[in-house]
């Protein structure tokens, strides 16, 4: 162990009899032997000895992901710290989630409430919230309308209102310190970074969910080069749940899913035009990229 041997060979350097630093801070007189790398002396010495070699990482694995976590946090820290520098150049300061306006997914009428926003809208940041009122997810997104829309079909059963703030001038960093600072307070569950965020980001995938029923159909259809034929049905399936939960709440808008996801095993719904979640930043010029 490299600190055990740096602290042999400083107090070798003091010479038998020296004086040695004791844990405490105070002066214990021992003797050192290097040639038999012997240490006698206060017997608290010799715990800190151990101590101090208990301490370094036993593996050269260990050493690395230390240094990678160091290099990650420093990283965060200065990410963070430069979000909050523009963020406090600008005139727009971070909203506090409980300011903000608390939306039902469905209106009075039975459609999928709007947004919000408006033609000069180049961003969007929203909580959603299921019917403890408790949070759930952050996201972002450059159309609020669809990806709330999005949000609403793909957890029927969690997404029950909403808040949302727009923004007029694109602002990555900003979006980014609004969200860290309203997950940081309320740890929303769908912001694990894994495999429950996927839930909320991308299309329902079918495919693991399939019963034994389901796995012999599309073994049999895919004999016959017909597996499309096979993941439709499991996808229309929860496709049905889906829509039940959502006319169970008092949905009468009409949803329609895409049919060519389905044949893939996914189930998503159908837009228009795709969501595009990227948050634009602002050029120099002023121009967004």
């Known amino acids: 162990m490299w600190v055990l041997t740096k602290l042999v060979g400083a107090l070798a350097l003091r010479g038998v009899g020296g004086l040695v630093a004791g844990p405490a801070g105070r002066i214990a007189r021992g003797t050192i032997s290097a040639g038999r790398h012997t240490i006698d002396g206060d017997a608290r010495?010799?715990?800190?000895?151990?101590?101090?070699?208990?301490?370094v990482p036993q593996t050269a694995e260990e050493v690395t992901r230390q240094m990678l976590a160091a290099k990650q946090a420093t990283y965060e820290a200065a990410r963070q710290s430069a979000a909050r520098a523009s963020v406090g150049a600008s005139a727009e300061s971070?909203?506090?989630?409980?300011?903000?306006?608390?939306?039902?997914?469905?209106?009075?009428?039975?459609?999928?409430?709007?947004?919000?926003?408006?033609?000069?809208?180049?961003?969007?940041?929203?909580?959603?919230?299921?019917?403890?009122?408790?949070?759930?997810?952050?996201?972002?997104?450059?159309?609020?309308?669809?990806?709330?829309?999005?949000?609403?079909?793909?957890?029927?059963?969690?997404?029950?209102?909403?808040?949302?703030?727009?923004?007029?001038?694109?602002?990555?960093?900003?979006?980014?310190?609004?969200?860290?600072?309203?997950i940081a307070d309320l740890k929303p569950a769908g912001n694990d970074g894994g495999a429950v965020q996927k839930t909320w980001e991308a299309p329902l995938d079918v495919k693991p969910l399939m019963t034994e029923e389901d796995r012999r159909d599309y073994d049999d259809k895919k004999l016959r080069g017909k597996e499309e034929l096979a993941l439709k049905a499991v996808a229309r399936r929860f496709e049905a749940e889906k829509k039940a939960i959502l006319e169970k709440r008092g949905l009468v808008e009409k949803i329609a899913f895409d049919a060519k996801l389905k044949g893939q095993g996914l189930l998503d719904l159908k837009l228009a035009k795709a969501v595009d979640d990227a948050v634009p930043t602002t050029t120099g010029k002023g121009r967004s990229t």
């Open 45 to 55: 010495l010799g715990s800190s000895l151990r101590l101090a070699a208990s301490a």
């Open 94 to 182: 971070v909203p506090a989630l409980a300011s903000l306006a608390r939306v039902p997914f469905i209106d009075g009428d039975g459609h999928v409430a709007p947004s919000g926003a408006s033609p000069k809208t180049k961003a969007s940041i929203f909580a959603i919230f299921d019917d403890t009122d408790t949070l759930q997810f952050v996201g972002k997104s450059r159309n609020a309308d669809q990806s709330l829309k999005t949000i609403l079909v793909r957890q029927p059963a969690l997404a029950h209102t909403f808040a949302v703030h727009h923004i007029d001038k694109p602002s990555r960093s900003f979006l980014d310190l609004v969200a860290e600072t309203w």
